[in-house]
């Protein structure tokens, strides 16, 4: 069995040099909190340094990334249409263009109102950089129902074919995280009652 032994009094540290470097790592904590911990991760950058060091902006997008997460699923609650009137309608084929620039930091949201089953085919391209993207499907108000067909981050172009898993709103929301503004352009035909921009 090992034995060790013992540390003497004097090898052992004192109350006061316990206090002090206590007090060191409190002060080191809170100089790395203000200068790297609050710029990186919530965009806060009292000092400054942040912004130097470039921290500052990535902790802007980490917060607006959750804000935009948060958001997403909810664009659509707020639609009045009337589910019947809609069901009964007869979908014929439909072709459309929308074309719009997005700011700086800024998001739109363009939907095809759309039956179950229904079929559109579609592509888009952006001009000036490129873009984050999801497809996704809201049903209408009281229907409490949503998808998520595809995602994209960094994404300039887009084409495939949508098909609706449920009565209602099927489409793109585009943000822009470049520093100047970017245009897209959506082409879309098929079997959808309108293309409408919801944002």
Same mark, same amino acid.
């Given at each position: 069995?090992?034995?060790?032994?013992?540390?003497?009094?004097?090898?052992?540290?004192?109350?006061?040099?316990?206090?002090?470097?206590? !007090?060191?790592?409190?002060?080191?904590?809170?100089?790395?909190?203000?200068?790297?911990?609050?710029?990186?991760?919530?965009?806060?950058?009292?000092?400054?340094?942040?912004?130097?060091?470039?921290?500052?902006?990535?902790?802007?997008?980490?917060?607006?990334?959750?804000?935009?997460?948060?958001?997403?699923?909810?664009?659509?609650?707020?639609?009045?249409?009337?589910?019947?009137?809609?069901?009964?309608?007869?979908?014929?084929?439909?072709?459309? !263009?929308?074309?719009?620039? !997005?700011?700086?930091?800024?998001?739109?949201?363009?939907?095809?109102?759309?039956?179950?089953?229904?079929?559109?085919? /579609? $592509?888009?391209?952006?001009?000036?950089?490129?873009?984050?993207?999801?497809?996704?499907?809201?049903? /209408? $108000?009281?229907?409490?129902?949503?998808?998520? /067909?595809? $995602?994209?981050?960094?994404?300039?172009?887009?084409?495939?074919?949508?098909?609706?898993?449920?009565?209602?709103?099927?489409?793109?929301?585009?943000?822009?995280?470049?520093?100047?503004?970017?245009?897209?352009?959506?082409?879309?035909?098929?079997?959808? !009652?309108?293309?409408?921009?919801?944002?």
């Amino acid at each position: 069995m090992f034995n060790s032994q013992q540390p003497s009094e004097n090898d052992l540290p004192t109350s006061s040099q316990l206090i002090k470097s206590t !007090i060191i790592a409190m002060v080191v904590a809170g100089v790395l909190l203000l200068l790297v911990i609050l710029p990186a991760e919530y965009g806060v950058d009292p000092t400054g340094i942040g912004k130097v060091m470039g921290l500052k902006k990535m902790g802007e997008i980490k917060v607006s990334l959750e804000k935009e997460t948060l958001t997403e699923p909810e664009v659509l609650s707020d639609i009045p249409i009337d589910t019947e009137e809609v069901t009964s309608q007869t979908v014929e084929e439909n072709q459309d !263009i929308l074309e719009v620039q !997005i700011p700086p930091g800024e998001a739109i949201e363009i939907k095809l109102e759309m039956k179950k089953g229904s079929v559109a085919k /579609y $592509k888009w391209s952006t001009n000036n950089g490129a873009l984050n993207f999801n497809l996704h499907g809201d049903g /209408y $108000k009281g229907m409490h129902i949503s998808t998520t /067909y595809k $995602k994209g981050r960094m994404v300039s172009s887009d084409r495939g074919e949508l098909i609706a898993e449920f009565d209602g709103y099927h489409g793109w929301f585009w943000r822009n995280r470049n520093d100047v503004a970017v245009t897209v352009k959506l082409e879309a035909a098929g079997n959808f !009652i309108q293309m409408k921009r919801i944002k």
